[in-house]
């Protein structure tokens, strides 16, 4: 074996090895998580609500923010091409072509603000 073959053989697998190296991070991305459950979707199109994913909800007195494919919105704002128009406990509401759509978190991660209670004498 020539030296010449050896060294094209290790420069192609150092080549083949950067290659992976660079697309794993953004081929992991797309998998998502497998023990995440499936999005329920009771309004809209299934098809546009798939395109957006709820991930939390915080409503509070004086603001309202979701988060929403990872990015944090505030109404009035876009995200992927929709134009955040209402934040709800577990829900939003979403304007894409002029069109509602309406994206809900699961139920199991909906979470019921904490009731007060007296301590009991």
Known sequence: ?????????VLMALAAGAVLCATGPAAAARLGDPTRPTP??????????????????????????AVINGSTVVPGHLVDG????????????????GRRIEVTMTTSAVKSPARHQAPEE
Do not use: I
Not at 1 to 9: E, H, I, P, V
Not at 88 to 95: A, N, T
């Open 40 to 65: 329920v979707h009771p309004h809209g199109s299934r098809h546009h609500a798939q395109r957006w994913r709820l991930d939390y909800t915080l409503v509070g007195p004086d603001r309202r923010v």
């Open 82 to 97: 929709a134009r955040l128009v209402r934040v709800g406990p577990g829900h939003v509401v979403l304007r894409y072509h």
């Open 1 to 9: 074996m020539s030296d010449r073959g050896t060294a094209a053989r």
